[in-house]
């Protein structure tokens, strides 16, 4: 058996390394160096890449990020995802209902990936996450997987001066499991918010999250409370319609 073809596995950690960068563009320098290879190798990758619209290299700086068809191949993926299908309808009316954007996530890896997002009902300007990458520990999503799955391993990164610390982020996971529903506030960004819940399979096990988020002051009644009952109830019973959907038991 032939062994594995060095070039491309090359290419493969490029592709990671920029997916990790998240909306932040890099430097044939910085790869380069981050993967401690040459920079006449790096940039060879990187122009085979960009042919292939892999990668995309900004017009101001030169920096390189993730190309559109990269996305158009992890959507196909996605659009198979089960979970992703059955929730396509209640995700649709969570937005309508709540007026807020909705995200479907799942745990990939020390982070949640975006599995399915449905835009804010109105004519604001949006960007789709669909394929984005979420801290785990700032976000409501994040939050309502983990504290029925394991804890990821490596550092918590601190966001904002509201992001919790790691004793405050285990009390929390208690108080995610008691009432099934997490929220996040102004832990990922100031001033805004978030509220999810799990999603069960036909095991009951947790297979992912819905959520929605939004500015504070849509979501709460006032800066420093919880999101609104009224929002909590239909993220959780969005929640509960994809599990059913998914063969969960109705409760």
């Known amino acids: 058996m032939p062994g594995p073809i060095q070039s491309i596995q090359r290419a493969a950690e490029v592709l990671k390394l920029l997916a990790h960068g998240g909306a932040h563009q890099l430097s044939v320098g910085e790869i380069a160096r981050a993967l401690d290879l040459a920079k006449p190798?790096?940039?060879?990758?990187?122009?085979?890449?960009q042919e292939v619209g892999f990668v995309e290299q900004e017009v101001e700086g030169g920096k390189y990020r993730l190309g559109a068809a990269l996305f158009q191949i992890g959507t196909s993926y996605l659009d198979g995802n089960e979970l992703?299908?059955?929730?396509?309808?209640?995700?649709?009316?969570?937005?309508?209902?709540?007026?807020?954007?909705?995200?479907?996530?799942?745990?990939?890896?020390?982070?949640?990936?975006?599995?399915?997002?449905?835009?804010?009902?109105?004519?604001?300007?949006?960007?789709?996450d669909t394929g984005a990458l979420l801290p785990w520990n700032a976000t409501a999503l994040g939050k309502a997987l983990v504290a029925f799955g394991e804890w990821p391993e490596g550092d918590l990164q601190r966001f904002t001066r509201h992001t919790l610390n790691p004793e405050q982020l285990a009390d929390s996971?208690?108080?995610?499991?008691?009432?099934?529903?997490?929220?996040?506030?102004?832990?990922?960004?100031?001033?805004?918010?978030?509220?999810?819940a799990p999603i069960r399979d036909r095991r009951g096990v947790v297979v992912g999250a819905v959520g929605i988020s939004g500015p504070v002051e849509r979501l709460c009644d006032s800066p420093d409370q919880p999101p609104r009952l009224e929002l909590v109830s239909y993220v959780r019973e969005a929640a509960r319609s994809i599990s059913r959907e998914l063969g969960g038991l109705s409760w």
């Open 173 to 196: 996971m208690n108080v995610v499991r008691d009432r099934d529903w997490a929220y996040d506030l102004h832990e990922l960004v100031e001033g805004e918010a978030s509220v999810a």
């Open 41 to 49: 190798t790096v940039h060879g990758i990187l122009r085979t890449l």
């Open 84 to 128: 992703r299908a059955k929730a396509l309808n209640w995700s649709d009316t969570l937005a309508m209902r709540a007026r807020e954007s909705v995200r479907i996530g799942v745990m990939h890896g020390k982070h949640v990936l975006v599995v399915h997002h449905v835009f804010r009902p109105d004519n604001s300007r949006q960007t789709l």
